[in-house]
Nanobody
Framework: QVQLVESGGGLVQAGDSLRLSCAAS????????MGWFRQAPGKEREFVAA????????LYADSVKGRFTISRDNAKNTLYLQMTSLKPEDTAVYYC??????????????????WGQGTQVTVSS
């Protein structure tokens, strides 16, 4: 099991940028495909972005493509989500998730085993 702790959320204005971090426990991180999800009030959790264990492959939801960038530092056991040109509709709790021992570059519809507790992002208009 991978322990995940998100940080970096906050209150920003539309058009601002924010970087989320997700710290993972132990070296198992480098064996995991990783993802970011979000859940807005009254809505279902939705996929935001994913990255392969090596960092070579990434995948984005259409709603964030071109604005958000997922990355990872396997030496620091940390996942990132750089968010730019934020919109009020990006307001949500953001969660990181891990899928251990997934070495494929295929990330579509991947199921994740472990989840963080989430960090709130609020974008005001």
């Amino acid at each position: 099991q991978v322990q995940l702790v998100e940080s970096g959320g906050g209150l920003v204005q539309a058009g601002d940028s924010l970087r989320l971090s997700c710290a993972a426990s132990g070296s198992i991180f480098r064996r995991c495909a990783m993802g970011w999800f979000r859940q807005a009030p009254g809505k279902e959790r939705e996929f935001v972005a994913a990255i392969s264990w090596s960092g070579r492959k990434s995948l984005y939801a259409d709603s964030v493509k071109g604005r958000f960038t997922i990355s990872r530092d396997n030496a620091k056991n940390t996942l990132y989500l750089q968010m730019t040109s934020l919109k009020p509709e990006d307001t949500a709790v953001y969660y990181c998730a891990a899928r251990p021992d997934w070495y494929s570059d295929y990330l579509e519809g991947l199921k994740y085993n472990d989840w963080g507790q989430g960090t709130q992002v609020t974008v005001s208009s």
